[in-house]
């Protein structure tokens, strides 16, 4: 097969990928050609390998990753005469080395995915070379079969002919045959069989069939024997092991067929036997590394899945006990340390886990970074995981010393138990992953047992951070509005912006429900620049359609930002726009903003507000008094309203009001005032709450005894009536 290049004339790129796959042939030909019984010549077997060398980087690179191609590859091995057992293993040990290396990286595949599945082509390859090479075994095997119960029956014709006849097929077989009468008494084997059992003919040809019983023979080999040397069947095939005379285990395919007379009575009985010791324990090594995790050696997220189902299935009294382990701070060692100080703290943690999962149907596995599971079962997990997770806690809490350095690892763990066959593998770990985050959040270094109720919040929770994005681009929120009323003359001065959610499952949802996740997933910023534009468009409509109301209507529009808003460097110039295309004047427009999220702010965060406020925009400080800052800081902070938080009016609801509450309003008014600030007061509830504020010196004031929040066609409504 000829490349572009050479069609062209024109010289292979010594480092292009063409090249570098010529370069892995010669290796892979260099390997195996010794041990290949074929009639081409080195260079010509060199060719034969490079479209085979082809289909397995292509494999290698494919988006949807699929190994099968390497079992074709395996296959063709066997059918260019690659059968020596040691063509497998040279083959396996060039992928495994020189594969990646040469061939793995140039199309940006990352080096862990591409040794994984150089892992998995190495597992397929073996597949198909083993299955090519037993077909092509059992196919002699017959023929062999074949041939050496015609040399027997025609043994009795012309003996010296069919003896020459069947010596030739008996002594070249690739395969052991033996040879035993209807007792079971070794007659005849041939050299291979002599070398597969170690070497010495005398120790085979005295020995019984029956004493070749090994303890890992499946049940029904013995049964198929009887059924033989019976006549009920002519022939079974079996993989079987035995006991070399070093005490080594052989494992063989073994293919037994009853030999009759010319009238068709039982006669002998032929053995052939395929050697599969290598090929099982290269299986076995395969399924180890893919089970178990490279850095730790931990059973992996494969294995754990394995024995965690198994551990759930219905069983009578069978219950389990789940501790899922998530390391406290593991990133800031690696952001400290390097990855490689992580990786060894890694390990240290996987050898204390193991220590303490050491008793019957316990085990520890790592599913991936620095989370761990460890597993008991029996009848009795709701007192041992509680014992298993403490062990965890103590084991971790001596200190890890690295690169000089004593480092105190913390974890937090999520602990679920419960009956064997209630609950799937993937809901039981959803559960344990939910309450190991709620340990974390309770300060972590602990565990928590699970509780459904938890979980469902959470999954709730979960499951109202995913729609949220949909929910904004489908229309899903919309917005109601308290007055704000001035307490002079009762008349509406304003409105707050309160955005809800309609949800299609739970119904409206107040900002309560939802204002934390758009915070913590960043949506924040667009939803909250939704709900500024929707209520200055609202602002503007009521001063067209309420010309006659104080100064023109409602002058002002209340919106809340949130910390990420104030963050957000897009917040001016979107604040200017939505001004601009409205045509509302900046001075309708109060942004309120919580006390806390103003505290101990420098200037670089002021700085947008100050623009904002230059502008003409009022900003208001929302609940006042529950951020414990500094009054002095007010002189430097752009606020033009001080938001009053409830909790400081609470007990003007009823007469006669707290006289201490009483001077902390009056001298927060007296402050406010002479800082050239108005003060808004939320929550009023009642008119006696009301006129206690007006007496004190309050301007605004919001609450259910003005109005509930509610559709913006209802904000010139106010039914004064007492909420309490």
Request: net charge negative.
């Amino acid at each position: 097969m000829s490349t572009p290049a050479k069609a062209q004339g024109q010289p292979l790129d010594p480092d292009g990928p063409e090249s570098r796959l010529r370069r892995f042939a010669t290796i892979w030909s260099r390997a195996i050609f010794p041990v290949t019984a074929t009639s081409l010549t080195r260079p010509e077997f060199e060719q034969h390998l490079v479209p085979l060398a082809r289909r397995l980087i292509e494999a290698l690179h494919r988006r949807h990753f699929d190994p099968a191609p390497a079992h074709e590859v395996g296959a063709s091995l066997v059918r260019a005469h690659c059968t020596d057992p040691d063509a497998l293993s040279r083959t396996l040990g060039v992928v495994d080395s020189y594969l990646v290396l040469y061939c793995g990286t140039d199309q940006g595949l990352r080096a862990e995915e591409a040794r994984a599945r150089c892992a998995r082509l190495q597992h397929a390859l073996a597949a198909g070379f083993a299955q090519a090479l037993r077909e092509r075994t059992l196919s002699e095997q017959e023929a062999i079969a074949r041939s050496a119960l015609s040399a027997r029956s025609a043994a009795e014709v012309a003996l010296h002919a069919s003896e020459a006849r069947f010596r030739a097929v008996f002594e070249g077989a690739a395969v052991g045959i033996g040879i035993a009468d209807l007792e079971g008494n070794v007659l005849e084997v041939n050299e291979t069989l002599t070398r597969m059992f170690g070497g010495i003919e005398g120790r085979i040809r005295s020995r019984n069939v029956s004493e070749w019983v090994h303890p890992e023979d499946a049940p029904q080999v013995w049964r198929l024997y009887e059924e033989l040397v019976r006549g009920d069947r002519d022939h079974y095939r079996v993989e079987k092991p035995y006991y070399r005379g070093d005490g080594t285990v052989l494992w063989t395919n073994l293919t037994v067929s009853l030999l009759r007379d010319a009238e068709g009575r039982p006669q002998y009985q032929l053995a052939l036997l395929e050697d599969t010791t290598e090929r099982r324990l290269l299986n076995l090594r395969l399924r180890y590394e893919a089970t178990h995790d490279a850095l730790t050696g931990l059973p992996n997220r494969t294995l754990f899945f394995e024995r965690l189902e198994k551990a759930l299935a219905p069983g009578e009294g069978r219950r389990f006990g789940l501790c899922y382990l998530d390391l406290d701070g593991f990133k800031a060692v690696n952001d400290s340390l390097g990855h490689s100080a992580g990786d060894r703290l890694l390990v240290e943690v996987a050898d204390r886990l193991q220590s303490c999962a050491t008793g019957p149907g316990e085990m520890v596995a790592r599913l991936g970074g620095d989370e761990f599971v460890a597993l008991t079962t029996g009848t009795d997990t709701l007192r041992e995981v509680d014992e298993l997770a403490s062990r965890i806690l103590g084991v971790l809490s001596a200190p890890i010393r690295l690169d000089g350095r004593e480092l105190t690892v913390r974890g937090s763990l999520g602990v679920v138990e419960g009956p064997a066959g209630e609950r799937g593998a993937a809901e039981v770990l959803r559960s344990a992953d939910i309450t190991m985050y709620r340990a974390k959040a309770a300060g972590g270094n602990r565990f928590e047992r699970a509780d459904p109720e938890a979980d469902a919040r959470a999954i709730t929770r979960h499951g109202l951070t995913n729609a949220l994005p949909a929910a904004l681009e489908r229309g899903e929120f919309f917005i109601e509005y308290q007055p704000l009323v001035h307490l002079g003359d009762g008349s509406v001065h304003g409105a707050e912006a309160l955005v809800r959610w309609s949800h299609p499952q739970h119904g409206v949802l107040g900002p309560d429900r939802f204002i934390p996740l758009a915070e913590h997933t960043g949506l924040i910023v667009p939803l909250g620049r939704w709900v500024m534009a929707e209520s200055v468009r609202q602002a503007r409509f009521w001063q067209e359609r309420h010309p006659g109301s104080r100064a023109g209507g409602p002058l002002r529009i209340n919106v809340n930002l949130s910390p990420t808003q104030l963050h957000h460097p897009g917040l001016v110039a979107d604040t200017v726009e939505v001004l601009e295309r409205s045509g509302l004047e900046p001075g309708a427009l109060c942004l309120e903003v919580t006390e806390s999220a103003l505290i101990g702010a420098d200037d670089d965060l002021l700085k947008p507000l100050r623009q904002l406020a230059d502008m003409g925009v009022d900003i208001a400080l929302d609940d006042f008094g529950t951020g414990y800052s500094n009054l002095a800081n007010l002189r430097r902070l752009p606020v033009s309203v001080l938001k009053l938080d409830r909790s400081f009016t609470q007990s003007m609801q009823q007469h006669p009001a707290d006289p201490v509450d009483i001077k902390i309003v009056e001298g927060i008014v007296s402050l406010a005032h002479s800082l050239q600030l108005a003060v808004t007061v939320e929550g009023v509830e009642t008119g006696a709450q009301a006129e206690q504020l007006r007496a004190l010196g309050c301007d605004t004031a919001q609450g259910w005894y003005y109005a509930r929040p509610g559709a913006p066609d209802r904000i010139h409504s106010l039914a004064l009536v007492d909420a309490v």
